[in-house]
């Protein structure tokens, strides 16, 4: 699933649930903003936790002397920020009971 196809699904979901007055620019503002505050809050190293989802958090690899496979010379390579996630308990439940066999 992507974003547009997300929002899409919440505009419908909202609409079924007796919120007919949210347009779909209103549903596409507040995902937006929400995932913009994530991000936000990410740069700045805070820990996210969602309760019976899961948790963001940044991973800090540090900065590293590494080594060019063609030449074989020294490079540096600079620090890296990964985000990690972690899914809470009810989120791996409710993955576990839906599984598919490929």
């Keep these: 699933m992507n974003k547009s196809t997300m929002m899409e699904n ?3 979901q909202l609409r079924d649930q007796g919120y ?4 779909r620019q ?10 913009d505050h994530c991000a936000q809050a990410l740069a700045e190293r805070e820990r996210i936790e969602i309760r ?8 800090i690899i540090a900065a590293r ?3 060019n496979p063609k030449t074989g010379k ?14 809470g308990t ?13």
């Design 10 to 12: 919440i505009h419908h």
């Design 20 to 23: 007919k007055e949210l347009s």
């Design 26 to 35: 209103d549903v596409i503002m507040a995902v937006g903003l929400i995932l």
């Design 52 to 59: 019976d989802f899961g948790v963001f958090t940044l991973h």
């Design 65 to 67: 002397a590494g080594r």
């Design 74 to 87: 020294s490079v540096d390579v600079p620090e890296k920020r990964n985000v990690h996630f972690k899914p």
């Design 90 to 102: 009810a989120m791996r439940v409710q993955v576990n009971q839906n599984k598919r066999s490929f």
